[in-house]
């Protein structure tokens, strides 16, 4: 996995919830942001399949941005978004396997249609005749 650290902008900004006098003083909610087209990591194919897999957290700069806010520290919150973002770039990189159509087997058919029959037995018996 590639190191993003030198290409990632950070923002900071007040964070709601726990932290008391903390919350209303200190900046520790971080939006990291990451930008796809000027990456240097990533051949243009590449790029493409990141701009594609992640238009929905993509803003119209052509950034990747994460917000957290998970601690009470700035900076323990800056390695979280690192994290995040590296694994979601990671996650976006994996291409999926094609499917091969398979056929059911002989036995298989024949298993189903014997199932069939039972069935279909099974309610002519509860028929009554009159």
Not at 32 to 48: I, R
Not at 66 to 88: D, F, G, H
Request: proline share 2%.
């Amino acid at each position: 996995m590639t190191d993003l650290g030198t290409e990632i902008f950070y923002k900071t900004s007040r964070s709601g919830g726990k932290g008391g006098q903390n919350v209303n003083k200190v900046e520790t909610q971080v939006e990291a942001l990451w930008n796809v087209v000027q990456s240097e990591f990533f051949t243009d194919e590449e790029k493409q399949l990141i701009l594609h897999k992640l238009e929905s957290r993509i803003n119209k700069d052509g950034c990747v941005f994460v917000k957290v806010s998970e601690t009470r520290s700035q900076l323990e919150n800056k390695e979280i978004a690192k994290q995040k973002l590296e694994e979601l770039v990671a996650k976006s990189l994996v291409k999926p396997k094609k499917r091969k159509p398979t056929k059911p087997s002989k036995a298989a058919k024949e298993k189903r249609l014997e199932h069939k029959k039972k069935d279909s037995e099974k309610k002519q018996l509860r028929k009554r005749d009159w």
